[in-house]
């Protein structure tokens, strides 16, 4: 299983921020709907299955951003992988919002299977949501090609103006590795006769 160590942590961290599972949420929706005399209907079983879908959704999101953003940290190597990760968090969490749910309306059978209806109903869309922001993260990460500007007369030289983008682009690389190339340089400097 690829939600080990501190992917787990990881996963976990955000249950407990985003309080998941929903229960105080639930809680408050039955207690409404309750003093409305809607305490047991199809109205409560849409209301409770809502807050859990908008549970689940917020638990995945937020997880697939951590992830992505610290895949590196968190020895994921490669979009297979990190794939794999989103996959099982996302089964793990749906199944985990699937056997609440059945608890929550455990006396009413027909509810029950209502609400994890409509739960499981949001399970493809989900996971297209979560392929789409890995296709995004793919695409942010390829490096786009600046047309450079050409020298008007001939066409072939870089003009002035490019110049001094190109040099703006390479002296903070150069800055970066400056101890480097002035080891070097005093080097050639020094045996030179």
């Known amino acids: 299983m690829a939600t080990e160590g501190a992917v787990r942590k990881l996963l976990e961290e955000i249950k407990y921020r985003r309080k998941f599972p929903p229960r105080e949420t639930v809680k408050v929706i039955r207690n409404e ?73 455990g006396g009413a059978r027909d509810y ?22 890995l296709e995004l993260r793919r695409l942010d990460e390829t490096k786009t090609v600046i047309e450079k500007e050409r020298e008007q007369k001939f066409g072939i030289l870089l003009s002035p103006g490019q110049a001094a983008r190109d040099f703006d682009v390479w002296l903070p690389r150069q800055r970066s590795g400056e101890t480097r190339s002035r080891s070097s340089s005093s080097t050639l400097i020094a045996s030179k006769p």
């Not at 305490?39 to 638990?59: H, I, K, P, Q, R």
């Not at 940290?73 to 056997?99: K, P, W």
């Not at 299977?113 to 949001?122: P, R, V, Y």
């Open 33 to 105: 709907l309750a003093a409305r005399g809607l305490g047991s209907s199809g109205a409560l079983v849409e209301a409770v299955s809502t807050a859990y879908v908008e549970a689940v959704e917020g638990v995945l999101e937020e997880f697939t951003d951590a992830v992505i953003a610290k895949a590196t940290a968190l020895g994921i190597s490669g979009d297979e992988i990190l794939r794999r990760v989103i996959a099982e968090a996302q089964q793990e969490i749906f199944d985990l919002g699937r056997g609440v749910l059945l608890d929550e309306f």
């Open 112 to 133: 029950g299977n209502m609400a994890i209806g409509i739960l499981d109903s949001k399970r493809g869309p989900v996971w297209e949501h979560l392929e789409r922001k």
